[in-house]
């Protein structure tokens, strides 16, 4: 049989072996009970291996990092990407056990390959459960990590579900936007075909563009509404109904008389009034409605829509 890899993140720091009864220092590495103990007991003044800061020698400073022992229990598998933890072991991430995302960040970062698509899955089902409160203060790092899988090519769908499952969240759509989270879907999106990927892409999209930030960056990425028009009636319903709302807000907050225009050569509006002629929800072709009478609105404050355009904004 093929040999399964151990994560990274299951090895005791001293022995390098898998941990059988993982306790956490004071310095907030875990280790192995057997391997700590050893140590605490071999020295006057021990010192953390990986920090290298004064540990307190007693064994009654230990505290047994119950999931991630639970964690190491349910191995092996498979696969690495088939650990199945419990919401609650889930939650327990960004409670008392922080190392363990903080590890999980670190394998992103330096992994490899088959250890990073691990890694964001796991990071993604802790995400999908957590509270209000870490969502909120998931850091820039996370957002660093995932545009990178994107871009280049790694579990790109686990990535870029991450980003949209913490854009809703305080500061994070900017904290996305500021990753490269817009570049990096356009890309994806003009490379790719598959549903699902478009999907997820085009979802992405839609939340960054609820920012200010995010906005403008779509618009200063010269196939950025190019692509989102595109893909409308192209690949799903789903990601049709994306494109129309991306456009939307685009069209409620960002429009101007050099963005209107860049929509009707880049196909944007033509591809818009064709959707009205076609099968689609009664919501979205409101919503296309809408978005002429505002480009409409628009010409009209600026001084008038040019005569070439006249044919693309129906009275």
Known sequence: MEE???????????????????????????????????????????????????????????????????????????????????????????????????????????????????????????????????????????????????KEGVSKKAAVRLVVELCPWGRNRVKAVEAGAVAAVVEMLLESGERRECELGMAALEQVCRCAEGRAELLRHGAGLAVVSKKILRVSGVVSDRGVRILGLISQYSANSRVLEEMVEVGVVAKLCLVLQVVASHKTKERIREILRLHSRVWKESSCIPPHLLSFYPS
């Open 4 to 150: 399964i890899e151990t994560p990274c993140y299951f090895l005791c720091p001293i022995s390098m072996e898998a941990m059988i009864d993982p306790v956490t220092v004071s310095t907030g590495i875990t280790y192995d009970r057997h391997s700590i103990e050893k140590l605490l007991s071999s020295s006057e003044n021990p010192t953390c291996p990986v920090t290298k800061q004064p540990l307190n020698p007693s064994s009654a400073a230990l505290t047994p990092n119950h999931t991630l022992r639970r964690l190491i229990h349910t191995w092996p598998h498979p696969k690495p990407s088939q650990i199945e933890p419990s919401d609650s072991d889930l939650k327990s991430f960004f409670a008392d056990n922080t190392s363990i995302l903080e590890t999980l960040i670190q394998q992103l970062t330096n992994g490899d390959t088959g250890a990073r698509a691990s890694a964001i899955a796991l990071i993604g089902k802790a995400y999908a459960v957590a509270e209000p409160i870490h969502l909120i203060g998931a850091g820039k790092e996370v957002f660093v990590e995932a545009v990178r899988m994107i």
